[in-house]
């Protein structure tokens, strides 16, 4: 996971071919296992906090991920709980991008 966390994403027009089943496995195994692939096309972390200020705050800091890798997840929230979902649109599917941000996004309650 380490390793992960410490690369940036990289800018993604399309043209690239998305990754097959068995890359994203091996990804997965890298993350921690509040992350499971929705098939081949998107990864989705659930996150349970103490309280709505607790989730707030880490909405807030996967915002700043967002922002500063420019790979943007989709987001839903509620008091006590956080569920992301990350896929690379340019090439609908999943990317080295997504796996990067997952790692940054482990980081913040690990």
């Avoid at 800018?11 to 509040?34: F, H, I």
């Avoid at 705050?57 to 996967?62: R, S």
């Amino acid at each position: 996971m380490t390793e992960l966390a410490e690369r940036h994403c990289a800018p993604c027009e399309g043209g690239t071919q998305p990754m097959n089943a068995s890359d994203v496995s091996g990804r997965l195994g890298q993350l921690s296992d509040r992350w499971t692939s929705d098939g081949d096309a998107k990864i989705v972390g659930q996150f349970k906090f103490k309280n709505y200020y607790h989730t707030q705050a880490f909405v807030n800091a996967v915002a700043y991920i967002a922002h500063c890798e420019d790979h943007h997840p989709d987001i839903t929230f509620g008091y006590n709980q956080c569920t992301i979902e990350l896929t690379t649109h340019a090439i609908n599917g999943l990317s080295d991008n997504d796996f990067i941000s997952a790692a940054k996004i482990d980081r913040l309650v690990d």
